[in-house]
C-alpha cells in the first residue's frame, strides 16, 4: 500500500494554526515534508511559514467547500501535487454539556463532517488522477461509542471512522491510501476547557510523532494512547446491559 515519501510531494494539513494540526505539520517538516498549512486564522499561519521555509500558509475556511477545491488548485499549482494529506481541522463546542441543541449538532457536523468531506473531495480526485496518495482523516476515540455530553462531537466523529473505512476499500485499487487518527486526550485548546480528568493526557508534540509514525506505517487506524485506545473499543464490544454501567461508573471517577 501506498506510503507518502516527500520525494513525492507536499503535504497538506489542515487544522494546523494550533494544538495537533500545528503540531504535525511542524513534525512533518522535520521528516523532510513541505507542508501547506490551512486554517481559518491565518496570522498563525504566517507565523508559521516565518519560521520554516518549508510551510506554507495556506488560509481557509473548511466549511467553504469552493475555497477547498480553490485551495487545493492552488497549493497544487504552486508546489507541486500533495502526496499526503492530513485533514485534521475540528471543534468541540463546550455547550453542548448543557443539552441537546439542533443548532450546536449542526455546526459541529459542518465543520467536523462537512468540512472533512470538502477537503476530500478535490484531494480525492486530484490523487485518484495520478493513481498514488495518502489521505489520513482525524476522528477522535469519542467516535467509538456513546460519552455523555458529546452527541453532536462523538457522533461526527463517529461518521469519519466510517467514511474512513468505507473509502479505504474504495479507493485502494485506485492505488490511494486512506487511514484514521483516533487521538484519546491531547494538550490542546480543545482540551483546556474541560474541567474534568483526562486519563493519559499528553502533548500535542507527542501526538505527533506517534501519528506521523502512522503515516509510515502499514496500517489503517492509528490510535493512542494505547491503553485508554484498547480499553475504551473493548468496552464498545460489550453488550449494552455492561456497556451503559461501566460509562456511568468511568464519568463519574472522572468528575472526581
Ligand atoms: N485534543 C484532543 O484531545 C483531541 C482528541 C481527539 C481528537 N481530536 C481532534 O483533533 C483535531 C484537532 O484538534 P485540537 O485538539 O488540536 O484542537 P485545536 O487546537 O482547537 O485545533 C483545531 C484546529 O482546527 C481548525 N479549525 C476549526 N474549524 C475550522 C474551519 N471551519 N476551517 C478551518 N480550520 C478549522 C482550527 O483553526 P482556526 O480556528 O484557525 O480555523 C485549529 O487549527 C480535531 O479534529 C479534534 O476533534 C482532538
Redesign the pocket.
Known amino acids: 500500500m501506498y506510503r507518502a515519501h516527500p520525494n513525492d510531494g507536499i503535504a497538506w494539513v489542515?487544522?494546523?494554526?494550533?494544538?495537533?494540526?500545528r503540531a504535525v505539520a511542524l513534525e512533518l517538516v522535520q521528516r523532510g515534508f513541505a507542508v501547506a498549512a490551512?486554517?481559518?486564522?491565518a496570522a498563525?499561519l504566517d507565523a508559521m511559514a516565518a519560521e520554516s521555509h518549508n510551510i506554507f500558509s495556506f488560509p481557509?475556511?473548511?466549511?467553504d467547500r469552493a475555497a477547498m477545491a480553490a485551495t487545493v488548485s492552488g497549493i497544487e499549482a504552486a508546489h507541486g501535487p500533495i502526496a499526503l494529506a492530513f485533514l485534521?481541522?475540528?471543534?468541540?463546542f463546550i455547550a453542548e454539556r448543557d443539552g441537546f441543541s439542533a443548532s450546536l449538532v449542526w455546526r459541529t457536523f459542518e465543520?467536523?463532517v462537512g468540512?472533512t468531506v470538502n477537503c476530500l473531495d478535490p484531494v480525492l480526485a486530484a490523487m485518484k488522477r495520478r493513481g498514488k496518495g495518502q489521505i489520513a482523516l482525524?476522528s477522535?476515540?469519542?467516535g467509538y461509542g456513546g460519552i455523555a455530553g458529546s452527541s453532536a462531537y462523538g457522533s461526527a466523529k463517529a461518521a469519519l471512522i466510517y467514511m474512513a473505512e468505507a473509502l479505504r476499500l474504495s479507493y485502494e485499487q485506485a492505488g490511494l491510501t486512506i487511514q484514521v487518527v483516533n487521538?484519546?486526550?491531547?494538550h490542546?485548546?480543545?482540551?483546556a476547557q474541560n474541567d474534568f480528568e483526562m486519563p493519559f493526557i499528553m502533548g500535542a508534540d507527542r501526538a505527533a510523532r506517534i501519528i506521523c509514525d502512522g503515516f509510515e506505517k502499514k496500517g489503517f487506524e492509528v490510535l493512542f494512547p494505547h491503553r485508554l485506545a484498547y480499553a475504551f473499543k473493548a468496552m464498545c464490544l460489550l453488550p449494552y446491559a455492561l456497556f451503559f454501567p461501566l460509562m456511568r461508573r468511568a464519568a463519574q471517577r472522572a468528575r472526581r
Not at 481557509?60 to 466549511?63: A, F, H, K, S, Y
Not at 485534521?88 to 468541540?92: H, M, R
Not at 490542546?188 to 482540551?191: I, L, N, P, Q
Open positions: 489542515t487544522g494546523a494554526s494550533s494544538g495537533i494540526g490551512t486554517a481559518r486564522r498563525e481557509g475556511d473548511t466549511t485534521n481541522a475540528g471543534v468541540y465543520i467536523n468540512g482525524t477522535s476515540l469519542a487521538p484519546g486526550f491531547v490542546t485548546a480543545m482540551t
